[in-house]
């Protein structure tokens, strides 16, 4: 099956500042990669995800990358604001391949926005 | 539009009690999965059903059974809790299992402690 590795555990930055959180995969056969945010007592929430066939994908001020080569893929905030704060995961599918609910998780960025 | 609603959002229970989680989604979603959620690890697949009538095993399955009652909704039993099992459940759904575009929604979870 995949493993997802993500780095940092936790990320502080000032208001303004850009952050960047980091994940490798295992599996070359899979190909969509999602980031989800997660608040406080709430389910996580897809904000951004690419696929395999591009190496970047931007909304607004946030941006994924993906090196398949290395098998590791960032998500990029840039202009962060104190609601950025929250808990992001990366994942990749279970199995490799297209099951994309059927997900591997990385372990979870704790971000912090200081006002 | 509730999404995909979970009950209980709180339990407690005693080691080899048993209980049913109950998840319903809205949103006409084909396929429906369980996550659990443990500190320092991220989300694992439970389970999950693809589409109505058909359920299949995810990563960590021991301990857990699944009911896809109707399309509408997906049920996760304990039968006999263990203290391993503490963690926050997720429910989520996705209009099918393999389309691309088709965003993972995820309920607000059930916070479940084994005494």
């Known amino acids: 099956g995949e493993n997802v590795e993500q780095h940092p555990s936790t990320l502080s930055v000032q208001e303004g500042d850009s952050a960047v959180i980091k994940c490798t995969y295992s599996?070359?056969?899979?190909?969509?990669f999602p980031w989800y945010k997660q608040e406080l007592g709430k389910g996580p929430q897809l904000i951004i995800d690419i696929r395999s066939n591009v190496g970047e994908k931007k909304d607004q001020r946030i941006a994924v990358t993906l090196n398949k080569t290395a098998k590791h893929f960032s998500l990029h905030i840039t202009e962060t604001q104190p609601e950025d704060s929250a808990v992001y995961f990366c994942a990749a599918p279970y199995a490799g391949g297209t099951s994309y609910g059927k997900l591997t998780f990385g372990q979870g960025t704790i971000l912090t926005v200081h006002p | 539009n509730a999404g995909v609603t979970q009950t209980p959002k709180f339990q407690v229970l005693k080691t080899g009690q048993s209980m049913t989680l109950q998840c319903a989604q809205d949103m006409n979603h084909n396929s429906m999965y369980w996550y659990r959620q443990d500190p320092g690890m991220g989300l694992r697949l439970i389970y999950y059903?693809?589409?109505?009538?058909?359920?299949d095993k995810g990563e960590v399955p021991n301990g857990y059974n699944v009911s896809r009652l109707n399309k509408r909704e997906f049920s996760l039993r304990l039968e006999s809790a263990a203290p391993s099992q503490t963690s926050v459940y997720f429910c989520?759904?996705?209009?099918?299992?393999?389309?691309?575009?088709?965003?993972?929604?995820f309920g607000n979870g059930t916070r479940l402690t084994v005494t």
């Open positions: 989520a759904s996705r209009l099918t299992a393999s389309s691309y575009n088709s965003p993972l929604h």
């Open positions: 059903s693809a589409s109505e009538g058909t359920t």
């Open positions: 599996d070359s056969a899979s190909n969509y």
